[in-house]
């Protein structure tokens, strides 16, 4: 399981949410990951070598523009590949800079509203309390009073009917959490203090410094050991961002992804702990994760990129017992003749031509055994998915999905009381749109009803 | 929803086994954070991230404004190299839907995209509502009438979606 799970979306509780769309101009549109070996077809579109090769297998042209296309075609693109690299050198520290930056930022206003709770006449609102835009812009530059003053006066008076203040909650279930907001389009950061992301106790603050001290103690947890040892059995994932929680704060941490609430920095879980935790991320793929650096080889120079380089071939030309013939001499296991059609050899071929060429451009290449072993579990994952059953007992989907479960229970029953909570408030729309403030209100008010049937 | 007791840990990991519902989660993500108006999506079975609830809102000025109708989509194993299966679930009267909910569209044939996904489906179908290809239609009384007989148009419409109810 890949514990690190970055996201475009980490971004948009920073102070600068525009490095969302930065982040999403450096992923690739098939798969959504950051560029791995990124191609630049000839249209000028680009894709991870192994995603546009699968592409253009499956019709020969650009996913983006439909414009015809072809593998030989296929250029490096060097500056996007340094872009990522770099970025994602510098991806880990900006995010924890800017966060911690908003910390300090919510901390003092805490701190300012406790001092004004004093005074009578101060409106009684906590740090997370307030609702995005006002995050938002008091993360401006603060040499710009007016108009964060103006601005933010639009806004109160816009989400005026919906600014009732909910009850405040000691308790921290997450059904009550999600209550205590139905009358209320604010998604605003309460993080549960139990879902701290890689502490697993529950930490006994007082809930106005919730917010606090579930990022600082994300911080300090490297030096502090979970005080109650959780077993990876007993963890589950989370269908969001992939961090693994126990069962009592896996659904809390679900609500709070789903608001977009999470602490931006996914954290390994204790599984596969040792391997990614604050490393810029070099992008291997989940399987290799565990695997030592015997599973990998020195980049392909130009010279053996061009030399080792599998033509496409065409199926209605290529013999079958051809096909055979050059699986075999790859070491690639077909069955005895007349089990396997020419199809499915061929389809075999097609993808072992695409992981090898596609090999041939990462800067991490994998060894070639390392590269069948990856085609027998693409070949196992297509029939497997394809008929929507688990067939395959070695297959780990059914475990993915138990592991998941809670989380897609929370997931869904969340969407429910969105649901319901939208019924009794009648329509509305969220009033901003392109801002984090305005994606999250309308998330809250999930657009449409029917979301979830069951 | 079935219920396992299997305690096995998920092993390693297959990066393919993952593929599709690694792209998915991402979707969901993308979904939960900025939502087109008027669609919605949701996977069904929290065993089953393959198979999703999806509904779209009829665009106003349509025969359809203001009804909510229900879609399913089913990924394959190769998703998003090949299309999903996308049916109407809620009773349709379109000429380019037929009577069990199969949808003609040409992005969810041979006009699809990798790069396409169930946002950009949901508002596609959605322009579908209000413009259709009466040229090629699986519904050809719906395909008749559009122009013809807006009224009758419009019954037969109403009677179709009361069979939801
Ligand atoms: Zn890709
Ligand atoms: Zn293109
Ligand atoms: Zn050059």
Known sequence: ????????????????????????????????????????????????SLCIRRCLSASSKCPTCMKPDEEPRLRDNIVVSELVSSFNTIRKSLLDTLVAKEEARKQAEEEAERDSRTRPKAEKRSSYDLDDDEVMEDAEPVHRPQAKKRRRQDTTTLRKPQETEPPRRSTRTSSQRTNSRAG???????????????????IEESSESEFQSSSRAKRKSASRAPDTPTKDSDLFACPLCNRRKDQ???????????EGNRSPSPTPGPANGAS???TPLRRQPATFSNLSRSQHRAPYTVEEREKLRLPKGNASLAKEADIRKKLRDHGIRCDVKGKETKQILWTRLQEWTNLWNA??????????????????????????????VVQDKDFE???????????????????????????????ETSETSDSAAGAKAELNGMDSPEVVEV | MSVSTSTVAPAAGSSNTTNVTKRLQKELMQLMMSPSPGTSAFPDDPCNLLKW???????????????????????????????????????MFHPNVDMAGRICLDILKDKWSAVYNIQSILLSLQSLLGEPNNKSPLNGQAAQLWDEDPKEYKRLLEKRHQEAE
């Not at chain 1, 592991?403 to 009648?426: C, M, Q, W, Y």
Request: aromatic letters at 8%; proline letters at 9%.
């Open chain 1, 1 to 48: 399981m890949d514990a690190d799970f970055p996201d475009p979306t980490d971004w948009i509780q920073t102070p600068v949410p525009g490095l969302q769309a930065l982040e999403t101009s450096l992923r690739c549109q098939v798969c959504k990951e950051l560029f791995t070996a990124p191609k630049v077809t000839s249209c000028g579109h680009t894709f991870c």
């Open chain 1, 248 to 258: 009592s704060t896996i659904n809390p941490h679900v609500n709070r992804c789903i």
């Open chain 1, 184 to 202: 209320s389009s604010q998604v605003i950061a309460i993080p549960d203090s139990d879902d701290d992301d890689d502490d697993f106790q529950p």
């Open chain 2, 53 to 91: 609830t999806a509904t779209i809102v009829g665009p106003d000025d349509t025969y359809f404004a203001g009804k909510t109708f229900k879609l399913s989509f089913t990924f394959p194993g190769d998703y998003p190299l090949q299309p999903p299966t996308v049916l109407f679930t809620t009773p």
């Open chain 1, 276 to 278: 990614s935790a604050g």
């Open chain 1, 397 to 427: 989907r059914e475990a993915w999905s138990n592991t998941h479960k809670p989380g897609f229970d929370a997931l869904i029953a969340n969407a429910r009381n969105t649901v319901s909570r939208k019924k009794e408030n009648g329509t």
């Open chain 1, 359 to 388: 090999n041939l451009d990462s800067d991490n290449p994998k060894l070639k055994h390392v590269l069948i072993k990856e085609l027998e579990a693409y070949e196992r994952s297509q029939a497997t998915q394809k008929h929507s």
